[in-house]
């Protein structure tokens, strides 16, 4: 079957998945981006910090590709294998669902934060450095969670299925992992290169 194809029909399939899912992850989002007024003068400073070395490492050119490269697939990585393990257990559901919401927590915390000490320069500077590799992170992620979802219902599900059966899902499902750590893999890139390039033109 095209790729195109299949991938509509598993999303037509679990459209209920994808909503519950996207949903936990705009809650997560939201909450993340309230959270920011209540940080205390500390935390911000020290955060503004980190914000103000990073443009100030864009401005001199100092920004290494392969050092961000690797340190965001890692990141990314942990996330997968993560998901791919709770996936694996019976009480798998609630905790993919609060991973989810954590990766959305954490896109609306550094937004907010950035529009919150940096007004529209900080919308500009999400949308250089922020937005490019999200593009490619959260509907994968998104994806891949569904499809963790299923499988730790299969699992409860095929408690008296078939080992057999049990085995070659299993495989299958590990096989999706390693195509969801190259995909990933590009975000990585799209990270580490094209979002540091173009903040550099901005700055």
């Known amino acids: 079957m095209n790729p ?3 991938i509509r029909q598993h999303i037509h399939e679990n459209r209920g998945q ?3 899912i996207s949903i936990i992850f705009l809650l997560g989002v939201v909450i993340g981006n309230y959270k920011v007024t209540g940080l205390e003068g500390e935390v911000t400073n020290y955060l503004l910090s980190l914000i103000d070395n990073y443009l100030q490492g864009g401005v001199a050119g100092n920004l290494d590709g392969n050092s961000i490269l690797l340190g965001a697939f890692f990141n990314q990585a942990r996330i997968v294998a993560a998901i ?3 996936g694996l257990t019976v009480i798998g559901l609630p905790l993919i669902l609060a991973v989810v919401f ?3 927590f954490s896109l609306g915390f550094t937004v907010g934060f950035l529009y919150q000490e940096k007004a529209m320069t900080g919308i500009l500077i999400s949308l250089i450095s922020v937005l490019p590799q999200n593009l ?3 509907p994968f992620l998104i994806m891949w969670a569904v499809i963790a979802l299923n499988f730790s219902i299969f699992i409860v599900k095929g408690r008296n299925t078939n080992v057999m059966l049990l ?3 299993l495989m299958s ?3 999706l992992m390693l195509v969801f750590l190259l995909l990933f893999l ?3 890139f799209i990270e580490a290169y094209l979002s540091p390039w173009l903040l550099t033109l901005f700055i």
Do not use: E
Request: glycine fraction near 16%.
């Open 173 to 175: 499902y590990s096989i």
């Open 4 to 6: 195109k194809l299949r």
């Open 167 to 169: 085995g070659t899902g």
């Open 136 to 138: 490619v992170y959260i």
């Open 102 to 104: 954590l990766r959305g």
């Open 84 to 86: 791919w393990f709770l």
């Open 18 to 20: 994808y909503f519950l």
């Open 186 to 188: 590009l975000g990585a």
